[in-house]
């Protein structure tokens, strides 16, 4: 199993570019997330899915779209990227089974807006 | 929403000394409280957990204890080696809820 796999490792746009961050994982979890770290401040939510066809927001979702059309992938759009989303990102799978959960993170993107 | 507040930020011990980082959350509805250690250029990944009907659980070396009552939970590492060194994050969230918020992390240092 490969686990939660990002692409691409790092990335600079221009203000006001798009772009897809994308994020699959092989494990068969239904839920996935995103998340942006940024020092001093942790990991916070963008947005999640509870499944192929839900997403819902988190604590930051403005400037982000996401989509599930399988449960495989979960990619993240920059509809007009500025420079405040300047930040690692992480996707995340995560399942919850008999009592039992764990999230897995993919190795992040450094995405710097210039 | 559910907010995390974690301390110390930065914590620097001496090799085989025990390190204690505390968090406390917000929402009494969470009952899931995971403990992630991110390494340089790494994601976060899990090292302990704890359910909320749950006041103590241990691993080896680490363990994480829960007060209720007082909304607050501590990671303890003991006998800490240089390779614990990273920085380390605490979360909370309903156990079947992707909606989990984290505490802005603490940078572990263990001096040889």
């Known amino acids: 199993n490969a686990g939660v796999t990002q692409t691409p490792k790092f990335q600079v746009l221009k203000t006001g570019q798009s772009m897809t961050l994308q994020c699959a994982q092989d494990m068969n979890h239904e839920y996935m997330s995103w998340y942006r770290q940024d020092p001093g401040m942790g990991l916070r939510l963008i947005h999640y899915s509870v499944g192929a066809g839900i997403t819902d927001q988190g604590e930051v979702p403005n400037g982000y779209n996401v989509s599930r059309s399988t449960t495989e992938d979960f990619p993240l759009r920059l509809l007009s990227a500025a420079p405040s989303q300047t930040s690692v990102y992480f996707c995340?799978?995560?399942?919850?089974?008999?009592?039992?959960?764990?999230?897995?993170f993919g190795q992040g993107t450094r995405l710097t807006v210039v | 929403g559910e907010n995390v507040e974690q301390h110390p930020s930065t914590l620097s011990v001496q090799e085989g000394d025990s390190a204690v980082i505390k968090c406390t959350y917000s929402d009494s509805a969470s009952n899931y409280f995971p403990w992630y250690k991110q390494e340089l250029g790494k994601g976060p990944q899990l090292i302990i957990d704890i359910r909320s009907n749950v006041g103590e659980k241990k691993d080896q070396r680490i363990a994480v204890t829960l007060n209720k009552t007082a909304k607050h939970f501590s990671l303890h590492i003991t006998e800490t080696q240089p390779e614990d060194s990273a920085v380390y994050f605490c979360a909370a969230s309903m156990f079947d809820n992707n909606d989990m918020r984290f505490g802005a992390g603490t940078r572990l240092t263990v001096k040889p």
């Open positions: 995340a799978s995560s399942y919850a089974f008999r009592g039992e959960t764990e999230a897995f």
